[in-house]
């Protein structure tokens, strides 16, 4: 293991296409201990194909991307062992009870089948999923079935945890619950990196900021460093600014309006 100020996350040159267009351009970018990173940017700016490679779940890709100082080209995939993954949409198995993919993401993740249902068992009591543990997890919830993502990201306690809009579906206690859980395992080293569209949650949560656009970081530091950098209010007036939008309530007014049209000459 390296130093404490060592990165937990070191990309450098970053490039990736998919077919015909070039979705990464360049990402140069360091990750350490302790930090939460709300990684942001407008729909298709590559937040997820960022995330998918580190995970080792895409390839192709040109650049170096080292997790916990190892080259993860190198083939040694003893690191994902130190992660943990939320992905957007996720393929839960439905048919399953909340035990029983709890305890099988615990062993896949080398926990022993006992000691990871006494932990899901515990996390799922404590955000309030005591009553439908033993129940099958098509019968759940948006926010149950996030409820159980989360769990199993962290069951095995990750120095590293990749989320993808985290928060989604959860109600407003539970927001606080898993915001305050971040902070926490921020507090002791652990490193948070994740996307969402809330602007007003990533402002509130992340330690760091950083937005791409483009292929390209445009933005990187704490909330109160891109306000000193001369960009104005909110965090979604700052991101609107950066990536140049502000046609918001143009296209709002013409969205109404198509609703609207009661005779139209054409409908060409
Ligand atoms: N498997 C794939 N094959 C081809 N193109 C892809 C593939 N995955 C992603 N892309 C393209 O790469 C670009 C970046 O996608 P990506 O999912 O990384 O964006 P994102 O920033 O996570 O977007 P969102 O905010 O909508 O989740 C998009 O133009 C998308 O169409």
């Known amino acids: 293991m390296g130093l404490a100020d060592d ?19 360049g990402i140069d970018l360091k990750v350490y201990r302790g930090q939460i990173i709300g990684y942001i940017g407008p729909n298709g700016a590559g937040k997820s194909t960022t995330v998918k490679i580190m995970l080792g779940l895409v390839e192709g890709y040109n650049g170096k991307v080292e997790i916990f100082g190892k080259d993860i080209a190198d083939g040694d995939v003893s690191y994902k062992k130190r992660i943990g993954y939320v992905p957007e949409v996720a393929e839960l198995y439905d048919s399953l ?4 993919y709890l305890t099988f993401v615990g062993e896949l993740y080398g926990l022993g089948r006992a000691e990871a249902d006494y932990k899901a068992k515990k996390l799922t009591t404590l955000l309030g999923l005591e009553k439908s543990y033993d129940m099958r997890i098509s019968s759940f919830s948006k926010g149950m079935k ?16 990749f989320l993808d809009e985290p928060l989604s579906g959860l109600d407003a206690n539970s927001v606080m619950i898993v915001k305050e859980i971040f902070a926490s395992l921020a507090a002791r080293g652990k ?5 969402s569209h809330i602007m007003d949650v990533v402002e509130k949560i992340s330690s760091r900021i950083i ?8 933005a990187d530091g704490s909330f109160a460093e891109l306000k000193e950098k001369g960009r104005e209010g909110t965090l979604e007036d700052i991101f609107n600014q950066l990536t140049g939008f502000d046609k918001y309530r143009d296209i709002a007014g013409e969205f109404v309006a198509v609703m609207q049209e009661q005779e139209v000459s054409s409908y060409d």
């Open 191 to 195: 490193t948070i990196f994740y996307s």
């Open 7 to 25: 990165p937990v996350i070191a990309i450098s040159g970053l490039w990736m296409n998919y077919t015909d267009r070039m979705v990464l351009k």
């Open 97 to 100: 009870t909340a035990r029983e």
């Open 146 to 161: 996030q409820k159980v993502l989360l769990i199993s990201s962290m069951l095995h306690d990750p120095d590293i945890l």
């Open 211 to 218: 937005l791409i656009d483009g292929g390209d970081i445009v």
